[in-house]
Structure formats: C-alpha cells, structure tokens
C-alpha cells in the first residue's frame, strides 16, 4: 500500500477563471463572460491521486489547465510545493514545469508525427538543458522501458505505435524530468475498454514506484473511482462536493453527485434491474449564463425558493467531506 | 440583423475615408510634382506656381483631401475665369491632362469594366463548378484526371499568355470579331449582340484563369462534404443519391465559394489591366494605367484606387450578408 | 417470434493500398421485433460495419460484402445486400432506421430540425409540407423536445448534444420504422444526458414495438438496456447470449478479459485492474487461427497449438448461448475460477 503524507503538494484557493465570449453568431455580438471556474478550492497531497470529475463544460479541463498555468486565473491562488505561482509568468514558471507535467486526452493529436519517440521524450532535456547522468539515449530508453514500451523502438515515429502505446508515450515524455505532480486531463478516455485498464495500471504503478501525485481530471466516473483517493465532483465552473472515494462513492451528499452516480450504468444487469436511478431533466444551462443561486438548481429534485436566490457555499459536513448545498442527502 | 447591417456599413464608410486619407498622403510623399510637370523644361516659377494653384495644389494635403471629399458631395469649380469649370456631384476631382471631370471618365470606363467582370464571373462560375462537382461525382475516372489537367493549365497559363493566344488564333485567324470592332462599347440594352461580340472573348480569356482554380475548389470542397456525418444521415433517411447531392452536400459545399467569388468579383470591378490591355478595352483598368504611367493625373489616379477599394469593401459587405442568409450558425443565436 | 432481421454470414471488406482490411468476417445474428440486440466490441472490431453494411451505407466502390440480411417485411422477405439498391433505399428511413455517434456532425448545420424531419417524412407519406410540418411537431413531442412549435424552426447549432440526438431519435423514427440501428448513441453524451437517451429509445422502442439494435463499447449500457448480446472481436463474433449469460456466465476468454478489466462504480475494491494485455491486431493482417489467440491467457491449455492453427466456429453451448473457443465451457469455467 502506498503512503499519502499530510503534506500538501498543490493547492487551489478560490480559483477562478472567466473567459471572455463573443458567442452568439455575427448578427448577435453580445459580449459574455464564460464563468469556466468559478471560486474552486481544494488541495492534493504528496503521493495522493486526486479525481476531478463532471460533466462537459463544468471546468474540470480549465481547472487543470489553469493549474499548470496553460491559462492564468482570473483571480485566486494556485500554491505548488510551497511557493504561490498564480503570477508566475513564463519565465518564473520555466524551472517549476520541470515538476508540474501534464498528460493530455487524445494520444494521437498529443505528439509531434514528425519526432521520433526519442526525441519525443528527450524534449524536456533540451528545454530545461538538463543532461541526465547515465546519458541521454540510456536515459530515455530507461523510460520506455518504465511505461512498459520496448526500449528499442526509441526511433520509431509515433504513427508505428497504437493508441495506448501513444498515451505510454506522453506519460514517459512527462516522466522524463522526475516531476513530483502530473495533471492528467482525460488520460483514457480516448482509448478502448481493454487498453484503458492497462494504461490505468501503468499510472498506479508509477505512483507506487515514485511516489507520485496526481489530478486525474475525467468524466468517467468509473476509472476516477478506481484510480483516486478523493474526489472533487464539480457542476458549471463550482465544486459540488468533495471527498474520500469511499465516502463519496458510497455516501453522496449532494443531489448532483447522488444523480451522477446513478446515471452510470453499471456492467451488472441484476444490479441495473432494481437499481434506482434519477433523471435528472433537462440540460445543462449554458456556462454563459448560469442559474442564479445554487447552480444546481434547475435540474435539482429537491430545489426550493432559497436554492435559486442564495449560492449555498462549500462546508465540511461530516469530517473531511465538503459539499455546496442548502438541503443535502442524508 | 438590421443593426448589424447598420454597423457594418458604417464601419465601411469610415474604412473608406481613411483609404481615401491614405491615397492623398501617399501621393503627397512622392516626390513628383504635378505642377511642375504641366509645362516644359524652360517653365518659368511663376508659371509653375499658377498652374499649381489652379490644380488646386497649393494648399495642404489636409485642405486637398477636405476638399475632395467635399466635392463628392456637392460638386466642384476648377480654376477661375474662363477656364472655369465645375464638375457636379459627385465630383472625383478634374483631370487637367484630359480636360474632363474624373466621374465622367470613370463612368465612360466602369460599363465596359463592369461588363467584363460580369461576364468572366458568370462564366467562370459556370465552368468551375461544374466541372468540380463532375470531377468530385467521378473521383479518379477520367473526368476527374481531365479537370486537374485543365486546373494545372489554367492555373499556369498566365492571362497575357491566355488572352494573346485567344485573341491571335481565334478572333483573327477566324476572323469572329473584326478587328475594328474589339473593344467598341456597344450598349447591351439596345445591341446585345454588338456587345457579346465585344466582350465574349475577353471574358472567357479571365474566366480561363478564375474558372480552374474554382474547379480545384469546388472539387475538394464536394469530396470533403461527402465525407460529413450529416450526408451520412441523410442517405440513411433514404434520399435518392441525386437529392443528397442536391440538397445537402452541394448547399454546404458551395456555402464558401461565395466568400471567394464575391471578392474576386470585386478585385476585377476595380479592373482586369492585362486582359483590357490586350482586348483593347477602354476599361477602369486602362484608365488608371494611363493616369499612372503617362500622365500621372493624380485626380484620376486617386479616384480609381479609391473605385477599387470601396468595391472589394462593399463586396465584403455583400458577402458577409449573404453568408448569414445561407449559414443560419452566423445568423442570431 | 420470428426474427426481423436476420444476417447470414456477413463479410465486409476494404480493399486498400496496403491489402485487404477484412472488417468484418463470415458472422451471422439475427433480432426480432421488440427485442434489442447489444453488438459489444471495442474499435476495429466490426461492429459498426456490419451494420451499416445492412442499411447500405458503404461507398460500393470501395467495399467488399458478401453474405445476406434478411429483412422479413410484411410484404415477404428480402435480402437488403442483394436487392438492386433503389429497393434497399426505398427501406431506409421506412422500415430501418440508424442513429449515429456523434448528434453534433449528423444534422445538417444549414436546415431547421423541422426541414430535416420533415423530408424524411415527405419521402414516404403523401402529403403538403404543412402536414409534415405538423408531424414533425408531433415526433419533437413524442421524443420530449418541450416547446416542439417553436424549436421545430430552430437550428441544430441551438440544440444542446441530448437535444440533438433526440431530433435524430424523431427523424428516423417518423416513418414507423420496424428497426433502429443506434450506434453508439451516447458515446458523446455525458453521463446524465445517456441516462435519459437511453431511456427514450426503451421508450420507443415500446411504443413502435421495433428491433433494436444497439451498438456499444460500454458493457453498463449493455446491461441497461439489452436483451441479448454479441461480443465482437477482430471481425468475428466470439460470443452471443442473453444478457445474463455474458455477465454471469461468459466463457468466451476475450468476454471474460473484458468484463474483469472495467472498474466499477457501485462496487469500491481498490484491487488492481485485471488487464488484457497486448492490442488487438490489424484487419489486414489477422493470426491464423483464433484472432484472439495472440492475447488470451487461456491459450496455452489448449494441447498442440489448435488455436494457432483451427480458426473456432461459433457453436451452440447451451440454449442462446454461442461461443466461438476451442476450449468447452467446464474447462474455461474452471480456468476463469483460477484467474479471478
């Protein structure tokens, strides 16, 4: 079993990010604010694997995107190993990316289709000028060999490997500079049912072996229930609730999470049968114009006047499992 | 809709005005002086001073440039006395080395322009669609590999060469226009037929040119839209083969041809010099080739720069219009 | 109950530079009305060929079918891969209909949802475009698009992916078609929205009493809404059984590999994931053999390399169970014992 210290790696405090929007087609210019992230706080801790879960267009990408500083927040914190980057510019953030990697969704868009594997994981060598002891050609091939590929195809282009050999890939590439958090956005969901177990097992292991944290930013709330120690559930750009796997798997507080829950189906057919499962009605309201209150409301079974004047905020209902909403499940 | 129509016009006035500005400082910064080459070498000062007064040169290039716009509006006198002369509105300004008001020569010009615009762009549009949708409908047989020669000719053949070729091996030698009558204005409303013999082959010699890279396009656009999931569905609905083609792949394939062809068109109002050259066509072409090169008539020269701008702005315009009509995802949200 | 559809050793093949992709190879299965027929299989297996091999939606020139499916109409029975293709069309959107992956790109982005319902409905019904207008309106309601009078001149672009797929759900069920093909219906759907498509298309398929077919990666959705199942793999169907077969019983190797590798959200284990290793292989290059062989741990069992050599043929095991593996069903349950 693998430890989880107390120390904390990342921290996000009331985060937020808004992008602005001319959506709305040429004859209707209105200028909008996309409100992606809205006030989002919660932390990962050394060696833990963190589950950022919703559905699309609830921000979870930008929250890892803006985390990594591919985007910079509009306001809030972002804290990583001690030191609040949130102003950081390019240049300040230069030796910090070193510890900070990303592992993208699609394997096949991810990856130069002109580079060789070699010169594909070798990258972060040149940009951070480092030359590691062993040499490089060794070091790379210690790589490969790490992600289960075969340290021989280090001059293979990536067209000659298949999807989970591409997504092995972009997780030695992200490797190769001993990073202590890796943000994996959708890492795979691109991939088929088969390869997808393989690819989870690959980034356990790697934990295991290196003591690694990770964000595991996916819709699938199976894989992000298999893989993490806690997780965050988040609805249009807010946190919903967030908590220990178990607890939150097992216990949901919050009817969006309770909803989610029962909407995925399950590979048990007895299960299904007698399964209760809530529908929740409608669609997702647009990001570019939530609901006023709790952002949950229009869809929430259990909504009351208070839930569209007043935004619930996020409170700690029994230890360590918060949740945003005024009437909570038992 | 009504209001982004309001705006974009006023966007392209404004557009228009600055261009309008630029031409003048332009022609301000040059170091020819208009004045000094209205008489010979043994030009006393004085003279040149007069005849820089009656350009109306004598002021700054600000008073020069509110005064033209002034006379767009209200019309225009030029010089004083016996010479005097005004231009109505809109009033381009007075070419002193043609004697005449520039609106004149331009609207002697624009028909035959505009006649050779107009037919090289219904003809070009003819003959490159068609041939692309038949090359995309044929994709690798014969007709496929015929038009990307023709594409590869057309794209090639520059119009001087083009144009010499169709003037010398079919017009002489057959001898279907006489040479008297190449590039005599006939009046399309009272001798149609006077005036396809005039413009026929001048049109077809710059549709040559549009029609294979529209050829080019419209074929790759045709088999990139075969592809789209919704021609898909649509066949799964049960159309007949012709009815998807018809309805549904031609309607989004040829959506982007009307953004190119509407600019193109207007790029050409401005006027076709080549094919005007050698067809010999009193055209906005020509007009501003001799307002440049011999005369350097600084009023003509600004007015047909200005023509051409304002027809590729307007045209933008159209263009955009257009769009929404047929692309209901620009239209309101 | 007689099946409506019936495929009899279908095979669908792409000529390409590099050879021959056999996409799918030599499978039958067959659905009956009011039944839904769950194709499993991941990417490249066939299962989406296949069928759209039975609506006739492969470029001709460019596929290889042979085969039949059989399509037992009321007017008698005919083979949609054998019929002249103004025949096959005149059946598609009438008595078969498919809905596609991606609800996003299937609808014409420059016609209203209305124009595009109703020409499917003026293909087949004698009629003005104000009735088909009025059915449109009818359909919209009926697949629960609220305020179906004023969306129906809406544009594909101002509905949201559910909404989208619902309109696609209305289109191809306007002429009461007898059955609906949906590929991969929700794959593109977030999870809350899957539930309530798939939902609709139970709904439907009560009210129209269709066949349906379901094709899907997702073994959840499987066991949500399927009667019966078909595992395929490489081309070939490994496995075919009711529902509860596959989940309670699977013996075909590959099946099994595939129902240990996914984690489960209503069951919190923390073990490792069983995993199938290596990839599946290329169309153009299948082992002889099984197809599976190169990446089933059960393999090694089987005495003298059969499964290198004898292709399996899908064989009865028990009452609406088939199974395509050397290895019979005590064996297999008492290797999957070991494993677990």
Known sequence: ?330 | ?333 | MSAFLEVQNLSVSFPTEDGLVKATNDISYSVNLGETLAIVGESGSGKSVTNLAVMGLHNPAKTEISGKAILNLPSGPIDVISAPEEEVRKLRGSAMSMIFQDPMSSLHPYYSVGDQISEAWLLYNKGDKKAARNRSIEMLDLVGIPDPHKRVDEFPHQFSGGMRQRVMIAMALINNPKLLIADEPTTALDVTVQSQILQLIRDMQKEFNMAVILITHDLGVVAQVANRVCVMYAGKIVEESTIDDIFYDSTHPYSIGLLASIPRVDKYHGERLKVISGQPPSLINLPSGCSFQPRCEFAKYVPGNKCGIETPSLSQISTNHKVSCHLDKTQVQQLKKQAM
């Open chain 1, 1 to 330: 079993m693998r430890s989880i210290s107390s120390e904390v790696i990342l921290e996000a405090r009331n985060l937020t990010k808004y992008f602005k929007s001319t959506a709305g087609g040429a004859f209707n210019r209105q200028k909008g604010v996309v409100k992606a992230v809205d006030d989002v706080t919660f932390e990962v801790h050394k060696g833990e694997t963190v589950g950022l879960v919703g559905e699309s267009g609830c921000g979870k990408t930008t929250v890892g995107r803006t985390l990594v500083k591919l985007y910079d927040p509009t306001s809030g914190d972002i804290i990583f190993q001690g030191e609040n980057i949130s102003k950081f510019n390019r240049k300040k953030m230069k030796p910090l990316r070193s510890k900070l990697q990303m592992i993208f969704q699609d394997p096949y868009s991810s990856l130069n289709p002109r580079h060789t594997v070699g010169t594909i994981v070798e990258s972060g060598f040149d940009i951070h000028g480092v030359t590691p002891a062993q040499g490089r050609k060794q070091a790379v091939q210690e790589l490969l060999e790490l992600v289960g590929l075969n340290p021989e195809h280090i001059n293979r282009f990536p067209h000659e490997f298949s999807g989970g050999q591409r997504q092995r890939i972009g997780i030695a590439r992200a490797l190769a500079l001993k990073p202590s958090l890796i943000i994996a956005d959708e890492p795979v969901s691109a991939l088929d049912v088969s390869i997808q177990a393989q690819v989870v097992n690959l980034l356990d292991d790697l934990q295991r072996e290196l003591g690694l944290s990770y964000l595991f930013v996916a819709h699938d709330l199976s894989v992000v229930q298999h893989i993490s120690d806690r997780v965050v559930v988040m609805y249009l750009g807010k946190i919903m609730e967030q908590a220990a796997t178990e607890e939150l798997f097992t216990k949901p507080r919050h009817p969006y999470t309770k909803a989610l829950l029962s909407a995925v189906p399950v590979p048990d057919p007895k299960v299904e049968r007698t399964r209760e499962r809530i529908i929740l009605k409608g669609d997702l309201p647009s990001p570019m114009n939530p609901p006023s209150g709790c952002v949950f409301n229009t869809r929430c079974w259990k909504a009351q006047e208070k839930c569209r004047v007043e935004v619930p905020a996020l409170y700690e209902i029994s230890p360590k499992h918060q949740i945003a909403c005024h009437f909570p499940e038992n």
């Open chain 2, 1 to 333: 809709m009504l209001k982004y129509i309001g705006r974009r016009v006023a966007y392209t006035l404004a557009i228009l005005v600055l261009i309008s500005l630029v031409v003048y400082l332009i022609f301000d910064v040059l170091p020819m002086d208009p004045a000094r080459l209205t008489c010979g070498k043994t030009c006393r000062p004085d003279v040149v001073e007069a005849n820089r007064h009656r350009l109306g040169l004598d002021v700054s290039v600000w008073q020069q440039w509110w005064r033209f716009i002034v006379g767009l509006f209200k019309g225009r006198d030029y010089a004083e006395g016996v010479a005097a002369f005004h231009c109505p509105a809109p009033s381009f300004g007075y070419s002193f080395n043609r004697h005449e008001c520039v609106s004149k020569l331009i609207g002697q010009a624009f028909p035959v322009t505009f006649s050779l615009a107009l037919g090289a762009f219904v003809m070009w549009l003819a003959l490159g669609v068609s041939l692309g949708v038949w090359a995309a409908r044929n994709k690798g047989k014969f007709v496929d590999r015929a038009s990307t020669t023709f594409v590869l000719v057309g794209t090639s053949l520059p119009t001087f060469i083009s144009g010499i070729l169709i003037l010398l091996f079919i017009v002489v030698k057959f001898n279907l226009v006489s040479p008297i009558d190449l590039g005599k204005w006939h009046n399309p409303f009272t001798d149609p037929f006077g005036w396809i013999k005039t413009f026929f082959f001048p049109c077809l010699t710059l549709a040559l040119a549009y029609a294979a890279s529209y050829t080019r396009f419209t074929r790759s656009n045709v088999i990139e839209t075969t592809a789209e999931d919704f021609i898909r569905t649509a066949k799964a609905k049960g159309l007949s083969a012709r009815t998807i083609m018809r309805k549904h792949t031609l309607r989004a394939a040829l959506a982007p041809i009307v953004t190119i062809a509407g600019l193109d068109f207007a790029g050409l109002l401005g006027g076709a010099i080549i094919t005007e050259g050698i067809f010999n066509l009193p055209g906005l072409g020509r007009l501003s080739i001799r307002a440049v090169l011999q005369d350097y008539d600084l009023p003509v020269i600004v007015a047909t720069t200005l023509l051409a701008a304002a027809f590729v702005v307007f045209m933008n315009l159209i263009v955009d219009i257009l769009y929404a009509f047929i692309d209901p995802r620009v239209r309101v949200a």
